[in-house]
Every structure is written in structure tokens, then in C-alpha cells.
């Protein structure tokens, strides 16, 4: 193996999935305050605009997310700007992640009973102040459980950020094999810390969606 032992060969992966977590957790951050401002769009009374809204989320959702880096990392070329794979990589990811977010609370909000936005309508409230005290709270309490889990989707996607340049876990586990020709070992470890990511998500995401239905059914 030229020198590299198995824990060698983990403790360089480790270190990459750094990357993969800040990228994640920036992608899932931003594309959380962008699509709370899509869903705004979407839900509210202006057609063209929720027209225009729900057109960005067919956009991002109907396209492959590679050609959306593709189109992060080159575009800013043709005017002139030169834009760093991680920056490239974090606004592509940002948006796709937005418009499944606005998506996934769109259905939720829409999914409320006509009675709570009459009532919001009869009180006199304005449309944000409908959405912050009486459709938000609602929506986003059953919207908790599938947002906690695209967060594995968002994991699993900085994997193809690596055909920017970006060095993540699967771009270094691509380097690492390229220097000691052990794809079996190098991947396997791969395979196994992507998974310890991502279960513990898609668990907590499971027990959330049981426990709020629980509280739900409750009431």
C-alpha cells in the first residue's frame, strides 16, 4: 500500500469530511432563509408572483444538480470573474436546496385547513403577519420531520461537487485511491462514513415524524 495504512488512509478521509459537514451545514442554512422567502412567494394572493415562485422551484427541481454546478462554476467565467469551487459549490447547492425546502413547507402550509387562513383573513391581519402567527407555527411543526430529512439529501449531494474541483469526502477518497490503488478499502471507508452521517439523520427525522404525530393525534 506504499506506506499507507488502513487507519491512515481513515484519518485522511476524516479530515476531508470537514468539508463535506461546513459545505452541508452552509448549503442547508442558506437554502433554509431562501426558501422560507420562496415559500412567502408562493403562498400569497399575487398569482403572477406565486407563478414566478413556484416556477424556481420547478427550475432547481427539474434539472440535475450536476449542471447546476456546472453552470455555478463556469457562468461568472464569461464575465470576467473567477469563482472559487467552494463559493460555486455553496451557491449551486444553496438554491437547489431552497427550492425543495420552499416545496416541502409549501405542501405543508397549503396541506392547513381553509378555516386558519380565513381566520387570519377576518382579524384583519396583514399577509405577513398571517404567515408569522398563524400558518408558519402550523406548517413548520409538521414540515419539521421531512426538512430534518432532505438534510441527508443535502449530504449526499456535496458528493457531486467534486467534478468542480471542490475537495470533499468522495474527491479525497478519489485522490487517496489514485496514491495507494486500494479502490476496495478507500471506498468501503467512504461508503461507511457517509452512512454514519446520514443514518443518524434519517433516524432522528423517523422518530420526529412519530413524535409529532403522536402529539398531533393527541390533540
Not at 414566478?52 to 467565467?77: D, H, N
Amino acid at each position: 500500500m506504499m506506506g499507507f495504512s488502513t487507519w491512515d488512509i481513515l484519518r485522511d478521509l476524516i479530515l476531508a469530511t470537514r468539508w463535506t459537514l461546513l459545505l452541508s451545514l452552509g448549503a442547508f442554512l442558506g437554502g433554509f432563509v431562501v426558501g422560507l422567502i420562496v415559500l412567502f412567494l408562493c403562498v400569497q394572493h399575487r398569482v403572477y408572483i406565486a407563478h414566478l415562485a413556484r416556477g424556481y422551484i420547478e427550475l432547481f427541481q427539474s434539472t440535475p444538480l450536476l449542471m447546476q454546478l456546472f453552470l455555478a462554476f463556469f457562468t461568472p467565467a464569461l464575465f470576467g470573474f473567477n469563482v472559487p469551487a467552494w463559493v460555486a459549490a455553496w451557491m449551486a447547492l444553496t438554491l437547489w436546496t431552497s427550492a425543495f425546502l420552499a416545496d416541502i413547507w409549501r405542501g405543508c402550509a397549503e396541506a392547513l385547513p381553509p378555516g386558519q387562513w380565513e381566520a387570519g383573513a377576518s382579524l384583519g391581519l396583514s399577509y405577513v403577519e398571517l404567515m408569522r402567527y398563524i400558518i408558519l407555527p402550523q406548517a413548520l411543526r409538521i414540515a419539521t420531520a421531512p426538512t430534518v430529512g432532505f438534510m441527508v439529501q443535502v449530504i449526499k449531494g456535496t458528493a457531486l461537487t467534486s467534478i468542480i474541483g471542490f475537495v470533499e469526502l468522495s474527491k479525497a477518497g478519489t485522490a487517496i485511491t489514485n496514491a495507494t490503488f486500494e479502490p476496495f478499502t478507500v471506498y468501503g471507508l467512504v461508503a461507511l462514513i457517509y452512512f454514519a452521517l446520514c443514518f443518524p439523520i434519517a433516524m432522528g427525522s423517523r422518530w420526529l415524524e412519530r413524535r409529532l404525530n403522536a402529539a398531533h393525534l393527541a390533540h
